[in-house]
């Protein structure tokens, strides 16, 4: 699905140590497809190009990105794509749906509470799912 696009721009408005990891894992998986990318903190600022995709932490940055869309006559999924972080049902009808990347919160809760009731303190990943919509 990536060979469609030519570059991948990560906007990331914040670079504490969580979203530090972000950068990094986005950077190794673009490195090893491989093809070009950009991490930026200001998507306004950024210069858009017709194939290229945009993975958004930020719903105000999603909006933009729709917005621009829009007003440039790109279709999403085709001249643009969007992968947003963290689902919500909303996210599932926005401009006929946009892609998302989000953790399993049925299994993080399932975790904590297996952890609060055994009394175990333990760092534990917890799985990602990608639900694939009409943005990518």
């Known amino acids: 699905m990536v060979d469609k696009y030519q570059r991948m721009v990560l906007v990331i408005r914040h670079q504490n140590s969580h979203f530090r990891d972000i950068v990094t894992g986005f950077r190794d998986f673009c490195k090893q497809y491989p093809i070009d990318y ?46 947003s972080y963290n689902e919500t049902p909303l996210k599932g009808i926005i401009a ?25 303190r333990e760092k534990i990943d917890n799985p990602f799912i990608m639900h694939v919509r009409n943005s990518f």
């Open 38 to 83: 950009f991490v930026v903190n200001e998507i306004k600022s950024f210069e858009i190009k017709p194939a290229d995709t945009f993975i958004v932490v930020d719903d105000r940055d999603l909006e933009f990105l729709v917005r621009y869309s829009i007003d440039k006559k790109m279709v999403l999924g085709t001249n643009l794509g969007i992968i």
């Open 96 to 120: 006929t749906g946009i892609t998302t990347i989000s953790t399993d919160f049925a299994q993080m809760g399932k975790s904590m509470a297996e952890m609060v009731l055994s009394g175990k």
